[in-house]
């Protein structure tokens, strides 16, 4: 039997009131992939041990087939639990450890029968007779995965269980999850940080910042159609460009988004969602460009619906397959802080300390905290533009990626002629809402 698993408004605080989970509701359907997807500390492995047990709720209710489970314990749940560091018992075989639960639940009953019959399912019959010290990490999480589905629970919860393994490995063990979890038709809530993970695997994505749902949906919707500049930014590979931009909408003029040094004109006849951005006239926005939005052609090579822009090679990143185009067309970026490692940049004065060195032992615990004590001086020959032009540590250079074939022999400096395709076009609010397309009158991607 599978089961549904829904939360209504469930919010967690810890000492001190920290919030690590804010009024989320969800409704998972029998026998549905769910995947809980976000960065590291965003609350998804916290909302996973609420639904086992392992954790009760501040506010809210989790509800098991419609039923309040506040006071149901983790052993009352039929819940199986996949962890990321396997959780084997060291001085147990593979055998002992797939049937240790089936011990415990039915201790009259043989559970060899049900160990066999999960290890021919799993193709790990070689596995048994062998100690975990004696298997690979892949090895390991296929007799982890044993253990829970030879218990036949309503559902599985995974926390990350592939993300100690090596990237071919993860791969091949992905398709194992979801052809087994297709197989078997179990209820499945699975968390990870890895955004190929979530897209390959669930029937639907529920992306979390902070302990807050930012959106649900299927892998194709949040994808395309991102709710805010959050999602967009955490979903995507490159990630998705993210430009400031300010629409101009004069009453008797074309309607344009400047990008700084270049623009892209809304030419006539506009689509609704262009009609619509005229609200904007005179605010900054967020344009999101990803890098299958914009490729390498003349003006003359535009098809409907393309505009042209141009940009400077800065980098070139060639994967085999295909090829990354860091380019430089003059814009300002927008960054999402979470989803960055800025580091100091040099400063453009000189550096002083503040305060006189008894000053700095009275606040020595402060600094043991915060770091180094240390103020800028406001030199007046400063660049205010230099700071723009040094990228957050780890980002390469330019502010535009597109990615494009081998067949382009593209260079370090070389002005190249881009097509940008409206019809891929996102922009957000200066909050970081989507407006563009707008999400009023979008219909479900999946209807």
Not at 85 to 96: H, K
Not at 170 to 195: K, P
Not at 337 to 352: I, T
Request: with cysteine; charged share 25%; proline share 8%.
């Amino acid at each position: 039997m599978t089961r549904a698993i829904s939360l209504h408004q469930v919010s967690k605080s810890y000492t001190r009131g920290v919030r690590v989970v804010e009024r989320l509701s969800l409704d998972i359907r029998p026998g549905e992939f769910l995947v809980l997807l976000g960065p590291s500390g965003c609350g998804k492995s916290t909302v996973l041990r609420m639904i086992a047990g392992l954790e009760d709720a501040t506010e809210g209710e989790v509800r098991l087939d419609g039923e309040d489970a506040g006071d149901l314990p983790p052993s009352e749940r039929d819940m199986a639990m996949v962890f990321q560091n396997f959780a084997l018992y060291p001085s147990m075989t593979g055998r002992d450890n797939i049937g240790f639960p089936l011990r415990i639940e039915t201790p009259g009953e043989d559970p060899r029968p049900r160990v066999d019959a999960t290890a021919r399912m799993l193709g790990i019959e070689d596995l048994l007779d062998r100690f975990p010290h004696q298997l690979s990490g892949g090895e390991r999480q296929r007799v982890a995965m044993g253990r829970a589905i030879a218990r036949h629970p309503s559902a599985f919860l995974m926390d990350e269980p592939l993300s100690n393994l090596d990237a071919k490995l993860r791969n091949h063990l992905r398709a194992e999850i979801a052809s087994l979890t297709r197989e078997l038709g179990v209820t499945t809530v699975y968390v990870t940080h890895d955004q190929a993970e979530a897209l390959s695997l669930g029937d639907r994505v529920a992306v979390l910042r902070g302990g807050v749902l930012q959106q649900l949906g299927t892998p194709r919707t949040v994808y395309a159609l991102p709710a805010n500049v959050f999602v967009a930014a955490f979903i995507g590979t490159p990630r998705i460009n993210l430009l400031r931009g300010l629409v101009r909408a004069p009453l008797d003029g074309a309607m344009t988004i400047s990008l700084g040094k270049q623009y892209l004109p809304l030419r006539e006849p506009w689509s609704v969602d262009q009609r619509l951005l005229r609200v904007q006239q005179g605010r900054e926005v967020i344009v999101g460009l990803r890098s299958e939005a914009v490729r390498v052609a003349k003006p003359s090579e535009a098809r409907p619906g393309e505009v042209a822009i141009s940009g400077l090679v800065e980098h070139v990143e060639f994967q085999g397959h295909e090829v990354l185009v860091h380019f430089n067309t003059g814009s300002r970026p927008a960054f999402v802080p979470e989803l960055e490692a800025p580091r100091p940049v040099r400063p453009a004065g000189r550096r002083r300390r503040e305060g006189s060195l008894l000053d700095r032992l009275r606040d020595r615990r402060a600094a043991l905290r915060a770091g180094p004590v240390v103020a800028l001086d406001d030199p007046a020959d400063a660049d205010p533009a230099r700071d723009d032009e040094i990228p957050p540590d780890g980002r390469l250079p330019g502010d535009l990626v597109v990615r494009t074939t081998p067949d382009f022999d593209l260079r370090h400096g070389m002005q190249v002629p881009l097509l940008v395709d409206l019809a891929h076009l996102f922009v957000f609010d200066q909050h970081g809402e989507r407006i563009s397309p707008a999400p009023a009158r979008l219909p479900d991607l999946d209807e």
